[in-house]
């Protein structure tokens, strides 16, 4: 602000600098051409005089609102907040600014990416648990002139670029593991019936146990990724059991269903993990390290595929789907 209160512009620095102000805007585009000379003496000018560019005039001159749409819809998944603690850091060391988006039964997926795109938003990132491209109609999407990625889901009804662990290649390994170490009567615990990504999993997993002999794998849904929901199905379950336990390992979708386990096993049926039933699950959250927990997982490379999604949403890199590796972690639960 300016002695008088008002606030100070391009044509202030200017002056003070002794350019045009057109050089002054260049000055705060990295990838404009000017002198470096010319561009310290303005940005150390706009230093003194607490100069900001305005970034609403700007976008309305260059289509650009620097900002991402992130849509998220499971809060509750443990390895979210990590996940878009360092994807936030990111798009912010590129200048560009996150927009959370709540998606729930009031707020759609199709309503969100039209609010994005009224809003101007410079690309789409879906980032949930349930994300459902099936459910997003084509003319939303042709509609929509912003780029869309997904992180950490596998897209299937619509080519978007996303990035996530190949499942072929972890339930494989969490697999063998199991197989391994002798068990031959598991159960699945299922959480959103539509999350593609989780459906390559279940899928897998029967494709695994079918081969070894085991023609059907019973399920346990537990209807979303929610502890309760989950702890509420597996009591259910096991409480049809006569006596001891009814399954000898419990595959669980990823680590909150495999929490749930946990709890409801060891405390509402006193079963000891692992020597009456072993504890599969799938994420690697910090919960699942600790001592008193020791989850054996498989880790996803969550880092790696926020690196791999900043690539594409700046231009680094041509949009593509790619599937990562990540790690089997062995614990105590097996």
């Not at 648990?129 to 509609?143: E, H, M, R, T």
């Not at 996303?162 to 009567?185: M, Q």
Request: proline share 5%; hydrophobic share 40%.
């Amino acid at each position: 602000m300016k002695p008088n209160g008002t606030t100070v512009t391009a044509a202030d620095v200017a002056k003070k600098a002794g350019v045009s102000k057109w050089t002054v805007i260049r000055a705060f585009k990295p990838d404009a051409r000017i002198a470096a000379e010319t561009r310290e003496r303005v940005l150390s000018v706009a230093r003194d005089l607490h100069y900001q560019p305005n970034l609403l005039a700007r976008s309305l001159a260059t289509s650009r609102t620097h900002q991402v749409a992130i849509l998220v819809d499971d809060f509750e998944n443990p390895y979210k907040l990590p996940t878009l603690s360092r994807l936030t850091a990111k798009l912010q060391a590129e200048g560009l600014l996150a927009f959370l988006v709540n998606i729930n039964e009031d707020f759609s997926q199709n309503a969100a990416i039209m609010d994005a795109r009224q809003r101007r938003i410079d690309s789409i990132i879906f980032f949930g648990s349930a994300y459902d491209p099936a459910s997003i109609s084509d003319q939303v999407l042709d509609a929509t002139q912003q780029p869309i990625f997904v992180l950490a889901r596998e897209s299937v009804s619509h080519p978007l670029p996303s990035v996530f662990t190949d499942p072929r290649h972890a339930i494989e390994e969490l697999s063998n593991h199991a197989f391994e170490r002798g068990y031959r009567n598991p159960v699945y615990v299922a959480g959103p019936s539509r999350a593609y990504t989780a459906v390559g999993r279940r899928q897998q997993y029967r494709k695994f146990w079918k081969a070894k002999g085991v023609d059907h794998l019973p399920e346990i849904n537990a209807g979303a990724y929610e502890f309760q929901a989950a702890c509420d199905a597996i009591r259910a379950q096991f409480a049809d059991g006569s006596g001891g336990a009814p399954y000898d390992v419990v595959l669980c979708e990823n680590d909150l269903l495999a929490l749930a386990a946990l709890e409801t096993l060891r405390y509402d049926f006193g079963l000891r993990v692992p020597e009456d039933v072993a504890v599969v699950g799938f994420d690697d959250i910090s919960l699942a390290g600790f001592k008193s927990i020791s989850l054996t997982t498989y880790r996803q490379p969550f880092a790696e595929m926020v690196d791999e999604l900043i690539e594409m949403v700046v231009g680094r890199k041509l949009p593509e789907s790619i599937a990562l590796r990540g790690e089997l972690v062995v614990r105590s639960t097996t």
